[in-house]
Structures are given as structure tokens and as C-alpha cells.
């Protein structure tokens, strides 16, 4: 009697599963900021149902060490193709494949054409997704076999950045239509400073390569909060929708639950402050037709083409003098759309982007933004203009009118900044939180420590803040002395306060000698001239959320911040005490 491994038994079952297709595929929406129906959907496979090869992961786990991954992967694109097109599912359609199986039969370029004619599907509303489940070294080869897709009308995404073996590496070789950044990277996005940082380089390196990025793993308003502020407008994950066997095209898109923007006036500090008004082209207008408008105002260098409020590209003076300028171009392509002649990736920002972010935009990229301009947006729709110049004049003033308020000791924004942003956002009724922050016991430590070493406590205070706060959201000002003031917008204020209690506490140590740490406590005098047991600095946060709308100025504010900083105060300790609201 012959025995059957179960190695065996599971590879014969394998092979059924693929012969047979014995499969399923959902679908998960992928979504455009401030648009109602679906960018796209990545088609997802399950295998049999009441199987141990139900689950995706174990799926292709057994293909992998059975060596027949490249034959799993065109079967769940036959099922996951031929399902998108009964349902009649609008956008694109992502499928991935992991980058070896490209390199095998049966994943040639024209079977993969072939397959798309026979079911009506346009190859360029499709996007190969590479996964990167193994690792990957003949990097020209696999470039070789993407370009026979491009040239046919397919795009290229690179799945989970920062979480394979390779993948910027892959970017760099391959150069994607689209990048996905891993879940890992935004899951919990809002409370650690070093995931912004990594997925704001990320967008920073797509701007200037003209890929798209996809923010992937989203599950709450506060990670889709920050995406957005960052600039990234392609989103997906529970929060927008789960994977479903028949998706609803049409997405229900959350309403972000931040506050309100600032007001964007040409004192303001975002880009709506540098904002032209340029009407705009539409796909319909011919390439002779803009160049008119753009020699009949001299000062124009850019005109952008708007597609139902929304902007598209960016029809620049310079590319159209080029075209032009060139033997009996302007009869060939004089009565051509517009469309065929702009910059399909041109820099969109919102109006309530900062100054300083924007300025990181411009000097990230490594086109002509500066010369050309950027389109200023509000919720994805069209506004206007701002030139680099422009730009450049509000960073100059900005900076001196910085100089000119901050405290010398720390370079944060002193009273007039601190009184005047509270005062901008009482009057355009932005909520916000204020924290008063005190440290206790300075002034003994001065006394025994000397002034240069209290000099460098507070420093360390100043540092900390700014590093501890959202800088898109909040403000961090120095009062004075040991005085330091939060307005904080960002919808997880609290934790940034308990972050910062904490972050203080641990590098506290080095400003204190051995012994005095040891007892938490030293002697100093006191105001009588007696030596007194004084307890370590420790700080005290006093915050209060104020409705902007009940306040009448900054002076009212002020005055509820100072009170609930006694009342922190009053706890032993490192403290925060939360007021009441007016």
C-alpha cells in the first residue's frame, strides 16, 4: 500500500485548486480625496471556502514552496479580471503579482493582452502590482519584462514600500506609476514623528519622479488627517473599505473630524496667502487657443487645465514656445487639445498648506515649480496660482518677523506671534487647545545650579515641544523665563501633552549631580536667606480646549490658560490638568 506525504496530498490539492479554479476575488477600493466614486480597486483572491487554503497568505505560501507561484498568479488574475468585468466596476484595476512570476510562462505581455481583449478591458485601466513575498536580483531582466507591458498600456505599482527586501531599490530601477507605503508606516502616523518623516520623504521623492503615492492601512479620521496634510490624495484601507466580493463603487468617504482650517488672508502663513487668481484650461481648448491667452498677458508663465473643478495638469509657456518654435509644429499640433501638451504632474498643494512645508515641496523637487508656479487647491478644487517668487518674498518676511518676536534664548515665537495667532483664530472661529507650560521649582535650581546650566534646561524644554507637536497643526511659543505656551489643533492633543511629561522626565538626569538625583531633592536657599529641602524641577502642563466662538480675544484666553496652570501646578510632581470648558 503506497502512503502519501502530506507534502503530496497538499501539492495535488494545489493543483486542483489552480486546474479547477477553485477561487474567488473581493475587491478593495481605492480612493481619490474629495471624489465620490472609486479611483480604483485591488483585486484580492480567497481560495476555496471550509479549505485550509482559504486564507490568501497560506494560499500562496504552499505555491511558493511547491514552485508553482507563477502558475497560481495567472490563474487569480483570469478569476479576478473576468469578476471586475461582470461587475462593472469603474476606475482601475490593481492586481498583483509577485515580481519572479513575471519572468516565467505563462506571464507574457501579449497572453496577458490576449486575456483583456477577450473580456473587453482596456490595458490601460490596469495596474500590475509587484509584491515583494521573495527576493528579487536580476533587476534588468524584470525590467525588460515590465517594459513589454508598458509599451502595450499597463502601469506599474510597487506594493508595501519600506517593508520588502528591496523596494527602494525597486523603485529606483524599475520607476512605478504608483508606490504603496506599507500599513506599518501609517498606523499610528499622528503620534510618532519619525513615521511623518519617513512618509513625508516619500512623497517628497514621488513629487519629484512623477509617481503617484498610495497611502495604504487606513482606519481612523486622525490617519487619514495627517495623509491628507502631507499631500497625498490616493488612500486605502478599512476606513474607506473592506474587501468585498461585489464593492460598491460608489464610496462613502469619511468626513474628517479636524478642525476647521486657518484663515487663509495675505497675512497668513499657509499657501492661500500667495494665491492668484489664473483661469484655468479645459481639455476642450486647443493648444493655439492657450497660447493666445498666454502672449496676451506677458506675466503668465503656466496656465492649468481643469477638469470639473479639479486640476489635471499644467499647460507651461515655455513647452508650448519649444513646440511652437519647431518647423510647421504649430500647424500639426496648433488645433490639438491642450491636454496633449501639459505637465500631467504638476505641484497641487492645498491652500492650507504652511509656508515652510511648501517651501520643502519646492526644494524636494527636481522640476521648474519655482519658474512655472503650483496650483492652489481647497478640498481638491481648483483656486488659483502662487509663484515661486511669491514664495520666496513670504518665507524672507516671515523669517525677519520671526527674528524679530522670538525669544533669544530658545528662537520660539515670543508674546506679539503667541497673542496674534490665538487672535487669528478666535476670529475665524478655529477651535483649539491651549497649554500653559510651567516648570517647577526653577528658580532654586538656578540658584544652585547657575544660570548657564538653567539657560540649558530650558532649551531642552523649548526642543522638546517642538518636537512633541504636530508642525502642520500647532504652535509651540516661549513666554519667557520657564514660560512656554501650546495652541494645539491636532484631534490627539492629549497624548502629545502625556508625551511630552514623559519625554521630560527621562532626560532630566544629566542636569543633576549624582547625589541630588539619587534623593530627588537638594538644599538651596530660600527667599529668607535659609537654606530649605527642594524637590527636582518637574512640569506642570495647564490646558484648557477653547470654542473659539465664546471668546472675544486673546486676552480672555490667556487668562483661563493661567488658571489652569495654577491648578497643574497645585499636583505634586509632573503634571497635566485638563480645564473645564467655558
Same mark, same amino acid.
Given at each position: ?206 513629487? @519629484? +519622479? ?8 487606513? %482606519?481612523?479620521? &486622525?490617519? !487619514?488627517?495627517?495623509?491628507? $496634510? /502631507? ?107 491642450? @491636454? +496633449? ?8 498643494? %492645498?491652500?492650507? &498648506?504652511? !509656508?515652510?512645508?511648501?517651501? $520643502? /515641496? ?123 505656551? !501650546? ?96
Amino acid at each position: 500500500m503506497i502512503r502519501h506525504s502530506s507534502n503530496e496530498r497538499a501539492c495535488a490539492e494545489l493543483a486542483d485548486i489552480i486546474q479547477q479554479q477553485q477561487l474567488s476575488a473581493v475587491f478593495q477600493p481605492i480612493a481619490a480625496l474629495n471624489q465620490a466614486s472609486a479611483y480604483g480597486f485591488e483585486g484580492l483572491i480567497r481560495g476555496p471556502s471550509d479549505h485550509p487554503l482559504h486564507a490568501p497568505q497560506q494560499l500562496f505560501q504552499a505555491a511558493a514552496q511547491n514552485q508553482c507561484l507563477a502558475q497560481l498568479d495567472w490563474a487569480c488574475h483570469q478569476v479576478i479580471i473576468q469578476a471586475f468585468i461582470e461587475q462593472q466596476l469603474p476606475g482601475k484595476l490593481f492586481i498583483n503579482v509577485c515580481p519572479l512570476s513575471l519572468m516565467q510562462d505563462p506571464f507574457r505581455a501579449d497572453a496577458m493582452l490576449d486575456l483583456l481583449q477577450t473580456v473587453g478591458l482596456d490595458p490601460h485601466r490596469v495596474v500590475i502590482e509587484l509584491t515583494e513575498t521573495q527576493a528579487t536580483s536580476d533587476y534588468p531582466r524584470l525590467a525588460q519584462a515590465l517594459q513589454h507591458y508598458r509599451e502595450m498600456g499597463f502601469q506599474i505599482a510597487l506594493d508595501d514600500l519600506g517593508e520588502g527586501y528591496s523596494s527602494l531599490r525597486l523603485w529606483s530601477e524599475l520607476k512605478p506609476d504608483f508606490v504603496k507605503i506599507d500599513k506599518y508606516f501609517i498606523q499610528g502616523i499622528s503620534r510618532d514623528r519619525q513615521k511623518r518623516q519617513f512618509v513625508r520623504s516619500i512623497q517628497h521623492i514621488a513629487l @519629484s +519622479t512623477g509617481c503617484n503615492v498610495i497611502a495604504e492601512g487606513i %482606519e481612523n479620521h &486622525t490617519e !487619514l488627517a495627517v495623509i491628507e $496634510r /502631507l499631500g497625498i490624495h490616493l488612500i486605502q484601507g478599512f476606513l474607506i473599505g473592506r474587501p468585498e466580493i461585489q464593492p460598491n463603487p460608489m464610496l462613502d468617504m469619511p468626513k474628517h473630524r479636524t478642525e476647521q482650517p486657518v484663515y487663509i488672508g495675505q497675512s497668513s502663513t499657509h499657501a492661500g496667502a500667495l494665491l492668484q487668481m489664473v483661469p484655468s484650461a479645459c481639455q476642450t481648448d486647443s493648444n493655439e487657443a492657450v497660447w493666445r491667452r498666454l502672449t496676451q498677458q506677458a506675466g503668465l508663465s503656466a496656465i492649468p487645465v481643469v477638469d470639473n473643478e479639479r486640476p489635471i495638469g499644467l499647460i507651461k509657456r515655455n513647452d508650448l514656445l519649444e513646440l511652437f518654435s519647431r518647423p510647421f509644429s504649430r500647424e500639426l499640433f496648433g488645433a490639438r487639445s491642450c @491636454s +496633449t501638451q501639459m505637465d500631467r504632474h504638476p505641484l497641487i498643494v %492645498e491652500q492650507a &498648506t504652511s !509656508l515652510t512645508e511648501l517651501a $520643502r /515641496l519646492l526644494t524636494c523637487s527636481e522640476r521648474s515649480d519655482l519658474n512655472d508656479g503650483f496650483i492652489i487647491t481647497e478640498q481638491g478644487r481648483y483656486l488659483g496660482m502662487g509663484t515661486g517668487r511669491d514664495l520666496i518674498r513670504a518665507m524672507t518676511e516671515l523669517q525677519i518677523s520671526a527674528a524679530r518676536h522670538a525669544n533669544p534664548l530658545t528662537g520660539l515665537p515670543g508674546n506679539a506671534p503667541i497673542q496674534n495667532t490665538i487672535s487669528q483664530y478666535l476670529q475665524t472661529e478655529c477651535n483649539f487647545t491651549v497649554v500653559y507650560v510651567d516648570l517647577d521649582h526653577f528658580k532654586p535650581y538656578n540658584d544652585v545650579y547657575g544660570y548657564a546650566r538653567g539657560d540649558e534646561l530650558l532649551q531642552l524644554c523649548g526642543q522638546l515641544l517642538q518636537s512633541s507637536i504636530d508642525p502642520q497643526l500647532d504652535f509651540v511659543g516661549h513666554v519667557g523665563g520657564d514660560d512656554f505656551i !501650546l495652541l494645539l489643533r491636532s484631534p490627539n492633543w492629549r497624548s502629545h501633552c502625556e508625551q511630552i511629561l514623559s519625554d521630560f522626565q527621562q532626560q532630566l538626569a544629566p542636569f543633576f549631580k549624582p547625589a541630588h538625583w539619587q534623593a530627588q531633592s537638594y538644599l538651596a536657599h530660600n527667599r529668607h536667606n535659609k537654606l530649605q529641602l527642594n524637590p527636582l524641577v518637574s512640569m506642570s502642563l495647564g490646558a484648557v480646549e477653547i470654542v473659539a466662538s465664546e471668546y472675544q480675544s486673546h486676552h480672555e484666553v490667556a487668562n483661563h490658560a493661567s488658571s489652569a496652570k495654577h491648578m497643574a501646578k497645585m499636583q505634586s510632581g509632573h503634571s497635566l490638568y485638563i480645564a473645564s470648558v467655558k
